[in-house]
């Protein structure tokens, strides 16, 4: 029996025999139907229940591909998470650390204060970092990083070895909710 869904006719027996499949930790590449890329992508993520996931339109594309697809967060969950804006006020070297980072200190304004952070994006400088603005999660519990007590959690994005702070839109200030 075939039914209708926004990407088009499939075959309803295909997505019972898919169902156990719709859990990121039983995602199984082998008994995905295999058909041409950008068909099969629509298809996969159809059946998967995951019609809005990037990788699934990656794939349709042709893009590399990850090995799994990311498992989905609660919405709950999500919301617990505290990421702010702070302004970085102080910088110092940090030899001990295993990976080159800098120790950072950001104002998170009045109702949070200043805090720490070990930060391993050497490929900044001093200056480039000292007064700039970032996002970072203050809810996590501190961590013990050598010598160092890295109390917040500073945002960025990996490219190979190389990390990208997240910033902030242009005018936004220290203790600004991200949400």
Not at 115 to 142: D, M
Request: proline content about 9%.
């Amino acid at each position: 029996m075939f039914v209708g869904t926004v990407h088009g006719l499939y075959n309803s027996e295909l997505v019972d025999n898919f169902a156990p499949w719709r859990n990121a930790a039983h995602w199984d590449e082998e008994r995905l139907p295999k058909e041409a890329p950008a068909r099969a992508a629509r298809r996969r993520a159809a059946l998967l229940g995951m019609a809005r996931c990037p990788v699934a339109a990656n794939q349709a594309v042709g893009a590399p591909s990850y090995p799994r697809p990311v498992p989905m967060v609660a919405w709950e969950d999500f919301a617990k998470v505290d990421v702010r804006v702070g302004r970085v006020v102080k910088v110092q070297d940090f030899p001990e650390a295993r990976r080159p980072a800098w120790k950072l200190w950001v104002d998170f304004g009045p109702g949070i204060g200043v805090r720490t952070s070990s930060a391993q994006v050497k490929n900044y400088s001093r200056e480039e970092l000292e007064g700039r603005l970032v996002l970072a999660v203050v809810n996590l519990p501190p961590r013990q990083v050598g010598p160092f007590v890295s109390e917040v959690l500073t945002l960025g994005t990996y490219r190979d070895s190389t990390v990208l702070l997240v910033a902030p839109a242009p005018g936004a200030e220290p203790g600004d909710r991200l949400g």
